[in-house]
């Protein structure tokens, strides 16, 4: 089965704060996608990367930095926490090309981000 | 641009009774559709996909979908819902010919099935 996990279920966090939410995933994926999802807004993208070290915006970077330096392992940075922030953080992985489950996503838990 | 409608916050459905959830859709190219459930304080979980083929898509948990191109139509359907079914339902797309693994999701419809 795989197996995409974050480092953290809850986090609390102070206006201003630089903040670190990593992503790990054992099924050697290419592709890492970072959402946050929001009450009536559903899940939105901010940035997905599919190779070590290549990154592209999703619609909601600003704000937001990643960070891809192992294929396993994808990293959403806050730079400057702020209150309207707040919100839940999923990350997922998936497959680039062929195989049965080409396309589909497999998500973590996700992590439950407060700014205060 | 690519998106994804769902038109329903809400589904009520009774034990038993069919369910539907509605989805549609907006893309340039061809679509690769996709539906995904989450439980409580859980990740999201894929439940089936149209690739290509077969208009009628069979998935977890006895879920179906049909795909409808002229009706840019993928709704999901049980024929049977269960209360263990109640839950946060997604609709997510990806347009084929974009060159790019963007993926859009709807907004979600949470499903209540009453015992």
């Known amino acids: 089965d795989v197996k995409v996990t974050q480092s953290s279920r809850y986090l609390v966090k102070r206006t201003g704060e630089k903040v670190f939410l990593e992503c790990v995933q054992d099924?050697?994926?290419?592709?890492m996608f970072w959402y946050r999802q929001d009450p009536g807004l559903g899940l939105r993208l901010i940035y997905f990367?599919?190779?070590?070290?290549?990154?592209e915006k999703g619609d909601i970077p600003e704000g937001y930095s990643v960070s891809r330096e192992k294929k396993e392992r994808f990293s959403l940075i806050l730079e400057s926490a702020s209150t309207n922030q707040t919100s839940m953080y999923l990350c997922?992985?998936?497959?680039?090309?062929?195989?049965?489950?080409?396309?589909?996503?497999?998500f973590g838990p996700g992590t439950r981000l407060t700014v205060l | 641009a690519q998106s994804v409608a769902q038109p329903e916050d809400q589904v009520n459905v009774a034990e038993g009774n069919p369910l539907t959830v509605k989805c549609t859709y907006s893309?340039?190219?061809?679509?690769?559709l996709f539906w995904y459930v989450q439980y409580p304080n859980r990740g999201l979980q894929f439940l089936l996909k149209?690739?290509?083929?077969?208009?009628l898509v069979k998935g977890s948990y006895g879920f179906e979908a049909e795909f409808n191109k002229s009706q840019t139509s993928f709704h999901l359907k049980k024929p049977s819902a269960l209360v263990s079914d109640s839950a946060l339902y997604f609709c997510?797309?990806?347009?084929?010919?974009?060159?790019?693994?963007?993926?859009?999701f709807g907004t979600g419809t949470r499903l209540k099935v009453l015992a």
């Open positions: 997510a797309v990806r347009d084929s010919t974009s060159g790019t693994y963007k993926y859009i």
């Open positions: 990367s599919y190779d070590v070290k290549m990154k």
């Open positions: 893309v340039s190219g061809n679509p690769y």
């Open positions: 149209y690739i290509t083929g077969d208009n």
């Open positions: 099924m050697d994926h290419e592709n």
């Open positions: 997922a992985s998936g497959l680039g090309w062929g195989g049965s489950s080409f396309d589909e996503q497999f």
